[in-house]
């Protein structure tokens, strides 16, 4: 009787000492997993982040190709500001809707974009940006202002934007601009 007992006592350790095992090692899995989800990134299986729509003021060229003038558009995209930002640059690199001059050269791609706790994005664009660039300081300006205050103007986690092409850091895009330093919104160039 006392043997039965003992062995009673000793399978309910035992169920015992496996749940809390269980407790243990979900807890660890699940805690890995949140730290896993970063932005837009998706860990398999759990989900995709929730989809929200917002208007954004997109910087593009006059006719004239003077000033820079806003394109409001609304765009898709999660709660992280990264993911935010990315898909102002792609809109940006997509040219405007109507009646206003793209600012960034056709074939250019988005390879990287990070946002630091600073304030400090950093935008690395495909060598395309500089290759197919026209050239011209007035050019070159509108280029890096209409990428610069479209990130800065709509996305308040940015204070500064720098620029770099294919991962590197560059002197100018087009020979005139100094992009060695992060560079602020001109609002001198909007109209």
Request: proline share 4%; glycine share 6%.
């Amino acid at each position: 009787m006392v043997a039965k007992r003992y062995i009673v006592y000793a399978g309910l350790a035992l169920v015992a000492v496996t749940g809390v095992v269980g407790v243990l090692v979900f807890s660890q899995l699940h805690q890995k997993t949140r730290q896993q989800i970063k932005g837009d990134q998706r860990v398999p299986g759990i989900g995709t982040p929730k989809q929200k729509k917002s208007i954004a003021h997109l910087y593009f060229a006059d006719k004239d190709n003077i000033f820079l003038i806003s394109e409001e558009r609304t765009l898709s995209h999660t709660e992280d500001p990264t993911n935010f930002s990315r898909k102002i640059i792609e809109a940006l690199i997509n040219g405007p809707s109507e009646g206003l001059a793209r600012t960034i050269p056709v074939d250019t791609s988005l390879r990287a974009l990070y946002i630091t706790e600073t304030g400090i994005c950093y935008v690395d664009l495909s060598a395309e940006v500089k290759e197919k660039h026209p050239g011209g300081v007035q050019s070159e300006l509108l280029t890096l202002y209409s990428i610069v205050n479209s990130l800065v103007l709509n996305i308040p986690d940015i204070q500064v934007v720098k620029i770099l092409i294919d991962g590197q850091e560059t002197m100018t895009l087009a020979g005139h601009i100094d992009l060695q330093e992060p560079v602020k919104a001109n609002m001198l160039l909007i109209r």
